[in-house]
């Protein structure tokens, strides 16, 4: 009967430790990936930002744009394909082009702001099993002696979980024994 329920409980502590421990790995692995989704598009954002020039606000130019006079038969510029209207329309065209501009260097803005934060806001993950680096450590200090790969190192830290709690007994029996007094009769 021990043997059963000692094999059971060796197979529940198992399937505990591991999903536990994949579980954890599986989070900080999605931790880092999306941090590095994160940077790619940050970096992506800055680049385009360096690219927009324009330094004007929105209102400025569309301020600009008001302050320009268009001959009644011109208008409304872009409409029309005659190269007269396309002349009267000419510096009215170039600052909707610059207004488009500004106004995607406000949305990058906004968006690298938001992006950063949410960067910021994630936990500082350096790896996904922080643990596999005792497999390097390992295979450092033996000089390549003792190569471990990671599942190795994940095997064993799941062995270590569901063997320590089931040998407790057996470690607080021998504990007793080694305290217990002799007795004299």
């Not at 929105?58 to 268009?70: F, L, N, P, Q």
């Not at 390549?144 to 063997?163: F, K, M, P, Q």
Request: glycine share 6%; proline share 4%; with cysteine.
């Amino acid at each position: 009967m021990w043997t059963v329920v000692l094999a059971t409980t060796l197979l529940a502590a198992t399937g505990f430790a591991s999903t536990n421990l994949g579980d954890a790995i599986a989070g900080r692995a999605r931790t880092l990936e999306s941090a590095a989704d994160l940077r790619k598009h940050v970096e992506r954002l800055r680049a385009e930002r360096a690219a927009i020039l324009e330094q004007r606000s929105v209102a400025e130019i569309e301020a600009a744009i008001d302050r320009i006079w268009v001959p009644p038969w011109a208008r409304p510029c872009g409409a029309t394909e005659s190269a007269d209207s396309r002349k009267a329309c000419a510096g009215v065209l170039r600052l909707r082009a610059d207004e488009a501009l500004a106004r995607r260097r406000d949305a990058v803005d906004v968006e690298l702001r938001g992006l950063e934060a949410r960067l910021a806001a994630l936990p500082a993950v350096a790896t996904a099993d922080p643990t596999s680096f005792a497999a390097e450590l390992l295979a450092w200090v033996t000089s390549g002696a003792i190569a471990l790969s990671a599942r190795d190192v994940y095997r064993l830290r799941v062995a270590g979980l569901v063997i320590a709690p089931s040998l407790a007994g057996l470690v607080l029996a021998f504990g007793l024994a080694l305290g217990a007094r002799p007795n004299r009769c």
